[in-house]
């Protein structure tokens, strides 16, 4: 960056990630700078990217969108966690719910009340103490923060929408706030021959469009960060093998589900995401180890409802950049990186590294500590979301194909072993500033998978044998008392958001 002040922004790129860029600069940053995207419809965008988590209301909240009319304009509905079936074998069924599951007691989590419990002979399992379980089980929505007079947090959701739908929204937020679209097909990237920076990109129809910050959004492509500055990526397809995804939505089902399902197959996995006008569905899977055609038929013959529409084909390499911002550009969204669809981390990145970097936006001088501070918050939080999402693979005791066989016998980061060690002895868990997942999350994963700890902390000793059994069947009737009232998903979204289908 010279020392010129910095009074343009320039987003290439008009998928989920420009568009958030796009509404969150104009949105808080100072009026004197402008903010100009670009995009190409003879591109498009990557058209999937449907499941979000609950850290996404806090977006919205910023960008002073209307829940109830986001929702309708996305045909959208709720999300309280992701069902995962065949992943630790096949059979097995368990819920990444996105709330605390019982209630922690003393500095203690709950889960070692738990664990004592059933040392104890205690049958239930972990799940028969989650609000969000209870909720998905009777298939119940609603907005509640408390459940009535206790300490105990209500239901944390997130939402299912119309990607393309989603992208439109934002649009009309940004356009209104003072973004420039322009419309054309960025032919070249022309830099500073001093410092390096990226001057202008030159549009396909000869006009060039200059500015002083880039944000490069424009997907797998890379157009700026790799084409123009050179950027590496960091390949982790050793410990997340998955590489290809085909996406097709379907009839929606008679019933919306308030989560999504995840289903293992045989060489990766298939989505369901249940939307007001249809299903989206999708099978991520590794060409390493099954073909397209295989993975097209497994797709097309576990589909809940007529399929609508072609099948997306998508190829992918899941890692990150070596670097996300460099001279006087920021990589955001799939130009980022890539960790796979699996715990929809993928907005969630977007929002966090937009918000990041308007807590760090340089002013008119070369700021070089703002670079390195944001590659390493980036790389922080990128790295333990890919450890999660490892566990989910590793974390299994299924060896009925080579695809299984693999990712059960890989070795894995030691950050992540350390962790499974860890919590494997005495259900321990420690939470790291940049790590999006907070225990619970971890905790529903490994107990999920069959990775139940030895023993409990000692701390859960203080409560006798009986104050245990009481406590925990307490929290399960206070569970059921406060589902009871709830309204159905379908009758909430019909209340409160339902889209115009006609
Ligand atoms: C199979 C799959 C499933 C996913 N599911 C989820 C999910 O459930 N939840 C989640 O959070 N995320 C998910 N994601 C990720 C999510 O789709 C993306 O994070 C999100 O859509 C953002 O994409 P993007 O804006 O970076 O890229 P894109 O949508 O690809 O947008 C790129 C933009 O750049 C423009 N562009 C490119 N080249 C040029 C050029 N030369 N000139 C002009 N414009 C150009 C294009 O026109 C387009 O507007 C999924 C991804 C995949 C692959």
Request: net charge negative; charged share 20%.
């Amino acid at each position: 960056m010279s020392n010129t002040p910095i009074r343009k922004v320039v987003i290439v790129g008009g998928g989920t990630a420009g568009w958030i860029s796009a509404a969150a600069l104009t949105k808080l940053l100072p009026s004197t700078i402008s903010v100009t995207l670009i995009e190409s419809d003879s591109i498009g965008t990557v058209g999937v990217g449907e499941a979000t988590i609950p850290q996404i209301r806090r977006l919205n909240a910023m960008l002073g969108l209307d829940e109830n009319t986001f929702l309708k304009a996305t045909y959208g509905t709720f999300k309280l966690g992701i069902e995962f079936s065949n992943w630790g074998q096949i059979g097995d069924s368990y819920i990444h719910t996105f709330g605390d599951v019982g209630l922690n007691l003393a500095n203690l989590q709950f889960h070692q009340y738990w664990l004592k419990a059933r040392s104890l002979g205690l049958t239930k399992n972990l799940w028969d103490f989650s609000l969000h379980k209870q909720a998905i089980d009777q298939n119940k929505f609603g907005r509640l923060d408390h459940i009535g007079q206790t300490s105990m947090t209500g239901l944390s959701y997130a939402f299912h929408f119309d990607a393309g739908l989603y992208s439109a929204h934002l649009r009309q937020h940004a356009e209104k706030n003072g973004t420039t679209r322009i419309e054309g097909l960025i032919q070249d990237t022309l830099l500073d021959e001093t410092t390096g920076n990226i001057k202008c990109v030159k549009l396909q129809n000869g006009e060039i469009i200059e500015g002083d910050f880039f944000i490069d959004c424009s997907g797998f492509r890379g157009l700026l960060i790799e084409k123009s500055l050179g950027i590496g990526y960091q390949d982790w397809s050793k410990w997340l093998p998955c590489n290809r995804a085909i996406a097709i939505p379907s009839e929606r089902t008679s019933t919306l589900l308030p989560y999504t399902k995840s289903i293992a197959q045989s060489a990766g996995w298939q989505w369901r995401i249940p939307l007001q006008h249809r299903t989206g569905n999708g099978h991520v899977y590794s060409g390493e180890f099954l073909d397209d055609d295989v993975a097209l038929n497994t797709l097309l013959s576990n589909l809940d409802g007529e399929p609508l529409g072609d099948p997306n084909h998508l190829k992918f390499s899941t890692g990150r950049r070596d670097a996300f911002w460099h001279k006087n550009c920021v990589a955001i969204g799939l130009s980022s990186g890539f960790m796979e669809p699996l715990e929809s981390t993928s907005i969630h990145l977007i929002q966090s590294n937009i918000s990041r970097l308007i807590e760090l936006f340089p002013s008119n001088t070369q700021e070089d500590t703002n670079i390195r501070e944001y590659n390493r918050q980036v790389s922080e939080e990128f790295e333990l979301i890919r450890d999660f999402l490892i566990l989910h693979y590793h974390q299994t005791q299924r060896e009925d194909s080579e695809f299984w066989r693999y990712c059960k016998h890989m070795q894995i980061p030691d950050t992540l072993k350390d962790k499974m060690d860890l919590f494997s002895q005495s259900g321990r868990l420690y939470k790291k500033s940049e790590d999006l997942f907070k225990e619970s999350s971890w905790v529903q994963v490994m107990i999920g998978q069959g990775l139940i700890p030895d023993t409990y902390h000692p701390m859960a000793d203080r409560l006798s044998n009986e104050q245990v059994s009481k406590f925990i069947s307490d929290i399960q009737s206070i569970i059921s008392q406060a589902i009871a009232p709830l309204p159905d998903h379908d009758t909430f979204i019909q209340n409160h958001c339902a889209a115009d289908l006609q």
